[in-house]
C-alpha cells in the first residue's frame, strides 16, 4: 500500500510539472522569441468637425513572436473638411488641414488563422490648421495630443501580405482652436491598412544554428584544402624519389656491364 501511495504522489508531481510546463500567458515566456517586420499603407474614413473625411498614411514597425507589432505611424487629413472660420475681409471659409501619427502598439491573436482579431492602441501628436490655397496656404496651426484604440479584423491573402478592417475611436485633447473643441477633433473611424512584411520572423536560436553550420562547414572546407595541398606537395617528392631510383638502377647495371666486359 506504501509504495502504491507513493506511486500516485510521484503521478500526479509529474502530471502538475508538466501543466506548469504547458501553462500558456498573454506576454509568452519570450525565451526564444522570432523577430519579423511589417510596413504598409492605410486608409481611415472619420468625422472631423461634424463632416465626413478621409486619411491616407503609413505604419510599420517590429514584429516580435507573430503576435505582439511595435511601430509607429502618421495619417493626414486628403479630402476637403471645413472650419468654423469665416474670413473678415473676403468671407470665404477656409478648409482645415489635419494631421497626427506617434508610437503604435497592436495584439494580433491566432495571427497563423485565416481570419483573426488584432487590438491596436496609438499615442502620439498631431497639428490642426486653417487652409487657404488662395490667400495665405496654411495659418494659424494648433498642436493636440491623441490616443486612439481599434479592433480589426485581419485575413491572411499570402504568407508576406495581410488585409486589415478595422473601427475605433480617435481621442485628440489638448487643443485650442478657435471653435474647434475636444468633440470637433475627435470621433470614430474605419481603417483599412495593407500589411507588408516577414510575419513569421526569425528565431535567435535558429540563427545561431545557422552561424554554427555555417561556420562547420567552412573548417570542413579548410580541413580539405589543406589536405589538397598535402597532395600536391607530397607528389613531387615522390617522383624524385622515383627517378632517383630509376638512376641509381642505370648506374649498377653500367657498373655491372663493365665488369663483365
Not at 25 to 49: H, R, W
Not at 83 to 100: A, I, K, M, N, W
Not at 144 to 171: C, D, I, K, P, S
Not at 199 to 218: A, N, T
Amino acid at each position: 500500500m506504501r509504495g502504491i501511495g507513493i506511486a500516485a504522489i510521484v503521478i500526479e508531481l509529474a502530471g502538475a510539472a508538466t501543466a506548469q510546463e504547458e501553462e500558456e500567458t498573454l506576454f509568452g515566456s519570450f525565451e526564444d522569441p522570432s523577430f519579423g517586420g511589417f510596413g504598409g499603407p492605410a486608409l481611415k474614413v472619420t468625422t472631423l468637425n461634424g463632416e465626413l473625411g478621409m486619411l491616407t498614411g503609413g505604419r510599420g514597425g517590429l514584429i516580435v513572436d507573430n503576435t505582439w507589432l511595435i511601430g509607429g505611424g502618421g495619417y493626414g487629413l486628403v479630402t476637403n473638411v471645413e472650419s468654423d472660420y469665416r474670413d473678415p475681409q473676403t468671407g470665404t471659409v477656409p478648409d482645415l488641414e489635419f494631421s497626427y501619427g506617434g508610437f503604435e502598439l497592436e495584439y494580433v491573436a491566432r495571427s497563423n488563422s485565416l481570419v483573426h482579431d488584432s487590438y491596436y492602441l496609438l499615442l502620439g501628436g498631431g497639428s490642426v490648421a486653417y487652409r487657404d490655397e488662395e490667400r495665405w496656404g496654411a495659418f494659424d496651426r494648433d498642436e493636440f495630443f491623441v490616443a486612439e484604440l481599434a479592433a480589426n479584423l485581419e485575413l491572411n491573402v499570402t504568407e508576406y501580405f495581410r488585409l486589415a478592417l478595422g473601427a475605433g475611436y480617435r481621442a485628440c485633447v489638448g487643443s485650442d482652436f478657435g471653435d474647434l473643441d475636444f468633440a470637433d477633433l475627435s470621433g470614430p473611424e474605419a481603417t483599412l491598412t495593407f500589411k507588408f512584411g516577414y510575419f513569421q520572423g526569425v528565431r535567435p536560436s535558429e540563427v545561431r544554428r545557422e552561424i554554427e553550420e555555417l561556420r562547420r562547414d567552412s573548417d570542413r572546407d579548410d580541413v580539405y584544402d589543406d589536405e589538397e595541398d598535402d597532395l600536391e606537395y607530397d607528389e613531387p617528392a615522390d617522383n624524385d624519389d622515383a627517378g632517383e631510383a630509376v638512376g641509381d638502377d642505370e648506374n649498377t647495371t653500367e657498373e655491372d656491364d663493365g665488369r663483365d666486359g
